[in-house]
């Protein structure tokens, strides 16, 4: 799913700079990608920490 995100930013970039609105270079487009990385990778991470802690309360309860 990230990755049609990534295209569909690129997308919309390429045709804002075709049309004369942004003018970019991937000077600057690259370090927003890494960012936009970054930030998807530490919410999907806070994802898997949730869920940890949820299957870890479920066997606690069992085990008391």
């Known amino acids: 799913m990230i990755l049609a995100y990534i ?3 690129i997308g919309v970039l390429f045709f804002l700079k075709n049309a004369g609105i942004v003018a970019w270079s991937w000077s600057v487009v690259w370090p927003l990608l890494l960012i936009g990385l970054g930030v998807y990778v530490a919410w999907g ?6 869920w940890l802690r949820q299957v870890w ?3 606690s309860k069992k085990l008391e």
Request: proline letters at 0%; hydrophobic letters at 65%.
């Open 45 to 50: 991470w806070r994802k898997v920490v949730i």
């Open 57 to 59: 309360g479920k066997i």
């Open 7 to 9: 295209f569909i930013i």
